[in-house]
């Protein structure tokens, strides 16, 4: 089966600084998407980014981007120029390609207190 | 276009009680599924749908019933409310693309206690 872990409960950062979240999974699988999902106090949540294990090029989004080791089944988020409304609950997200369940497995979450 | 939407945002039950999640979505996607999110845990999966007529059990679906009449309405039933379902529940939804089930988009969530 496979499992997302997120080995920082919790981090810190200075507004305007950068910032990494870490991901680590395991898998038996090729092919597979992962994702950063993002949940603010308002309990929505939010896709901050996705990579699709097949592309060697990793993902970016404005300030976000990912750095994907796929040997490695590292997963980590950079959160450049943060701003007061990152902070938030961050969530790595695995999925297997094709099929029809679905099923996003979760890391438990990184907590991501930005201080003005 | 107001994406994925749940009701309620908030319950409160007793023990036994039973009561139906509403969720509802305008993107016409195929695919939708509950999870739910417990304390110091990410999501997991309780049922899902890949259309109209065609539901399926996930990680955790003890306790809890779907059906999907229409596309858009994908409801979750408690039948009998227990306090190890007090959680977080979250309907999310996506188009299926040859890749399988694309990024799926959550709801609000509904936060369910049982006492």
């Known amino acids: 089966a496979q499992t997302v872990t997120q080995s920082q409960p919790e981090m810190s950062v200075q507004e305007a600084e950068t910032v990494t979240l870490s991901c680590t999974y395991d898998?038996?699988?090729?092919?597979?998407?992962l994702f950063w999902y993002k949940q603010p106090p308002s309990r929505q949540m939010i896709l901050v980014i996705r990579q699709e294990a097949y592309k060697q090029q990793n993902a970016t989004e404005n300030r976000f981007s990912v750095n994907f080791q796929k040997a490695a089944k590292s997963f980590s988020l950079k959160i450049s120029d943060s701003q007061l409304g990152d902070a938030a609950m961050y969530f790595c997200a695995y999925r297997n390609y094709g099929g029809s369940q679905g099923n996003l497995i979760f890391g438990k979450g990184t907590k991501l207190s930005v201080k003005p | 276009n107001a994406g994925v939407t749940q009701t309620p945002k908030f319950q409160v039950l007793k023990t036994g009680q039973s009561m139906t999640l509403q969720c509802a979505q305008d993107?016409?996607?195929?695919?939708m599924s509950w999870y739910r999110q417990d304390p110091g845990m990410g999501l997991r999966l309780i049922h899902y749908s890949v259309g109209a007529g065609i539901t399926d059990q996930g990680e955790v679906p003890n306790g809890y019933n779907v059906s999907r009449s229409t596309t858009e309405d994908f409801p979750l039933r408690l039948l009998s409310a227990a306090p190890s379902q007090t959680s977080v529940y979250f309907c999310?939804?996506?188009?299926?693309?040859?890749?399988?089930?694309?990024?799926?988009?959550f709801g609000p969530g509904t936060r369910l206690t049982v006492l």
């Open positions: 999310a939804s996506s188009y299926i693309t040859g890749g399988g089930i694309d990024t799926q988009y």
């Open positions: 898998t038996s699988e090729s092919d597979y998407y």
């Open positions: 993107m016409n996607h195929e695919y």
